[in-house]
Each structure stands twice: as C-alpha cells, then as structure tokens.
C-alpha cells in the first residue's frame, strides 16, 4: 500500500489524488489536507464568481474525493496542527499543493496606503474567502486603477464594472454585493507597463468586456500596434489583441456611466495621498527590442480611491524547504523537492496556465512519485495522521462535513444564485451540526 498526503484541496491537489487513483487503484490512500474546512482551493475562492461553468469542475474532483482510496481532511493547518516533517515520517510521499496565494509585492512608494489592496484580497473579499471577507475595499470612487494586464486584472476590472443584476446567477458573496451596489466608482483604469501585443488576457475573457450593461471599454487606438504585425501573434492572442481594435473603434457611449480604460505603456512608480491612496503616478514606457518596458521619463497622476494590484502570485516559503526566491515557489527538479516531497501546481511552476493545466501535471508528479516510491514502505499513513491529530485535540473536517455546509450554503442561496458561501471558519464549523 502506498500512502500519500496532498497538502492543498485546490485543482493541483485534486489532479494528483485522481492520477493517483488512476495509476494504483486499490493500492493507493491519498489525504487531502486542507486547513480550511471546505475543499476546492482557487476553485471556490479564486475564480470569479460570474464564471459558474469554470467551477463547475469541482463535480469531478467530488467524485474523486468520494470514493474510498481519496479522503479530505479539512480544517488542519500544516505548520501549526502537523509538521512537514511529520507528514513526511508518515506517508510515502507528501505533496506540496499549496498553490500561490500571496501577491506579488508591489514594490513602489505609497503600496502601503489604505486603498491599495492585492488581487488575492479583493479576490477573496468577493468570492468570501474567511481571510478577506472583512476587507471593506474604498469604492467611494470616482477612481479605481487595477495594475497589470493579465486575467485577473480583467476579473477585478469586470466586477467592480458590472451592475448588481449582472450578478445574477453567480454565488458573490452578499458583503460584496451590497459594497458594490453602493459603489461610486465611474472610471476603472487598467494599466499596462506594456502594450497590446503583450497583454496576457485570453480572448473569451477579454471579449466579455465588451458586453458589461453599464460599462464600456475604451482603448485608444494610437497604442496600437499596425494592424499587419498581428500576423505575428499566436492565435490565442491575436483573437485578444481583435477585441482591443473593436473596442478602439467604438464610440463613446453616453448611456454607458462606467468607463474601463486601457492604460497602456503606463508603470506605476509611486501611490500619493493624504492618509489614503488619492493618485497613482504612472511613467510613459516604451519597449525595448527583448520586449521588456523602460521608463521615458514622462509622468502623469491617476485620480484613484481604490488601486488593486493584479500583479501575479508568490508560494509562500516554508522553513526548511527548498525556495526559489526569484520564481517565488518551492525549488523542484520535475516537482521532486526533498526526498519523498513534492510540489505540484501553482506551488512547483509557478502562477500560470489554467485550471486544466493542472491535470497533466498532476500526471506528472504521480508518475515521478511511482518511480520513487515503488509500492510503498509500509508507513502508518491515514490511522497514524489521525492518532496524531486527535492526541493534539484538533477537529478534522471529513468530506462528508463538507457536504453538510455545502447543503447549508446551497439552502442559504440568493434567489438564482448557487450559495451563499460561510465566510468564517467559525460558520463553516457551526454547519456542519445543521
Ligand atoms: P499574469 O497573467 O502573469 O499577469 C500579470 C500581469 O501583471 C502582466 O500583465 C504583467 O505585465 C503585470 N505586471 C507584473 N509585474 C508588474 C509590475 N511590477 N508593474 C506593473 N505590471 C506588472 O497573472 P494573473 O493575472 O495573476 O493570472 C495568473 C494566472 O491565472 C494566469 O495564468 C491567468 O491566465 C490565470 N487566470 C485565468 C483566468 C481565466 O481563465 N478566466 C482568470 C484568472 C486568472 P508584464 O507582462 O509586463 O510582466
């Protein structure tokens, strides 16, 4: 019997209990660890709430978390209830899924002004993350700067862009809801430090921009490249770079109160205010021919309340464990780390791909750990995990607790919404008795 511990219930975590599944049927016994006590990671609090059909895929990590060889283990933090280490004396291999949830830090004068916030907590205020629910974001406008041109920034930018009926059917947390039903925000500025071709926003999302009730998208159509050189993209990209022409052709539209402008060439290099983020000045950049951004010299001021930075994702460092400062995550060959430790996802590559992209490489790591592990050493697996937790008196969430606060939050449900999601660790507990 091989015994394996995933630290981690996001897509990478699952992926690899169900390659593991796959590859060793009987003989095989994951732990799904999580110290949350509700599964799905980035799924539940990562994806926009507004793109139900993406988290639909947490069906099928339902169905491996179902079945006898996979079991979830919620509400333990590593770290502080159970050791890396330990973890390691008992499993056959221990699997890093710890995913990215810091942000990168942005690293100008004035990050630390109230008003300026990072994509992983506005993300988790909207989608009720227990971390974030109280972060109260500044949306007493007019202004709002999202910093970077990636997915996310187009996430935050369409959020605090859409009307409350444009929620509808989506499972935003009411808290959310309501700040943003009050929201005085008319101007959403997207910055980009570079420009049109190097956006990293994928065609699907950045198309959906363009059909928001109450607000428009406006490009300015001398940013961008000539037209001839979008033979030169692939064609994921070529189709986002279609959409920013189409926006620069439109005209502005006086029954659309919210403008999401595309601030292209434009770097922030310091947050100004008094007491809280009131501007955000920004240089003109131009390209260099290896593609990276350099300053021109030339400065302008943003008027902006609320700056989120959407800037990409760091793994937090665990002592003890290999790192690569530089990549932000655990330093891997392949995704082996230490012998029997492995990194997977977000946490072994870094924050990028999609959700799918987990998959092969929960593939792959399965596939090293079979190479390493052979059928396993005759470890105490899952009965040592519990002896230890209980001896530390800490309350484990089973799969089956999960499914009580799921009921719970789907019978709490909006009408026409999904759930309405616990957003403490305190009420997700309490559900479990409901
Ligand atoms: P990302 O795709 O890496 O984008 C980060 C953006 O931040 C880039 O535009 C980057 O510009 C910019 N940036 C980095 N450092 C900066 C700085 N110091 N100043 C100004 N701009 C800076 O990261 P992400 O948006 O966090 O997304 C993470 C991953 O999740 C991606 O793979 C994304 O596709 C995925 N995701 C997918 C969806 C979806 O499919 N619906 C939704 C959300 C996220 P440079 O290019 O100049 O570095």
Not at 125 to 143: I, K, Q, R, S, T
Request: net charge negative; proline share 6%.
């Amino acid at each position: 019997m091989r015994h394996i511990a995933v630290i981690g219930s996001g897509p990478a975590g699952y992926y690899t209990a169900e390659a593991c599944q796959k590859l060793f049927g009987d003989q095989v016994r994951v732990d799904i660890i999580d110290r949350l006590p509700v599964p799905y990671g980035l799924i539940r609090t990562g994806v926009a709430p507004d793109h139900q059909s993406i988290k639909g895929v947490s069906r099928r990590y339902e169905a491996v978390a179902l079945t006898d060889n996979v079991r979830f283990v919620g509400n333990v933090s590593v770290g502080r209830d159970v050791s890396i280490e330990e973890l390691r004396r008992l499993y056959d291999a221990v699997v890093l899924a710890t995913g990215a949830p810091l942000d990168r830090p942005l690293d100008i004068p004035g990050a630390d002004l109230p008003g300026v916030v990072g994509s992983a907590a506005f993300v988790g205020w909207y989608n009720g993350h227990p971390d974030f629910a109280g972060l109260g974001p500044a949306l007493d406008g007019p202004g709002a700067v999202v910093i970077g041109n990636g997915n996310v920034a187009l996430d935050v930018a369409r959020i605090l862009a859409k009307t409350e009926a444009e929620f509808d059917g989506s499972d935003i947390v009411t808290h959310a809801l309501t700040c943003l039903r009050a929201s005085h925000i008319t101007t959403i500025t997207l910055l980009g430090r570079r420009g049109p071709h190097q956006i990293a926003m994928t065609p699907k999302e950045l198309g959906e921009l363009g059909h928001l009730t109450r607000a428009q998208p406006i490009v300015d159509a001398r940013d961008l490249p000539p037209e001839g050189d979008d033979a030169l993209l692939e064609p994921g990209q070529r189709k986002s770079v279609m959409h920013l022409r189409d926006f620069a052709t439109r005209a502005a539209d006086a029954g659309k109160a919210v403008k999401v402008v595309f601030d292209f060439f434009a770097m922030p290099v310091a947050i100004e205010g008094d007491g809280r983020a009131e501007r955000i000045i920004v240089e003109k950049t131009r390209l260099e021919p290896n593609g990276a951004a350099v300053g021109t010299g030339e400065t302008y001021a943003i008027p902006a309340s609320l700056i989120v930075s959407c800037i990409g994702y760091r793994t937090p460092p665990i002592e003890g464990i290999p790192y690569d400062d530089r990549a932000g995550r655990f330093a891997n060959d392949e995704g082996r780390v230490l012998p029997g430790l492995y990194a997977v996802g977000w946490a072994r590559r870094g924050p990028t791909g999609t959700i799918g992209t987990n998959r092969p490489d929960g593939i792959a790591i399965t596939e090293r750990i079979a190479e390493d592990i052979g059928e396993g050493a005759g470890k105490a697996g899952r009965p040592g995990l519990d002896a230890l937790l209980e001896s530390r008196g800490v309350e484990v969430v089973t799969f089956r607790d999960w499914q009580k606060i799921e009921a719970a939050e789907n019978a709490a449900a909006r009408e026409g919404s999904p759930r309405e999601k616990f957003t403490s660790i305190e009420a997700m507990l309490g559900a479990r008795g409901a």
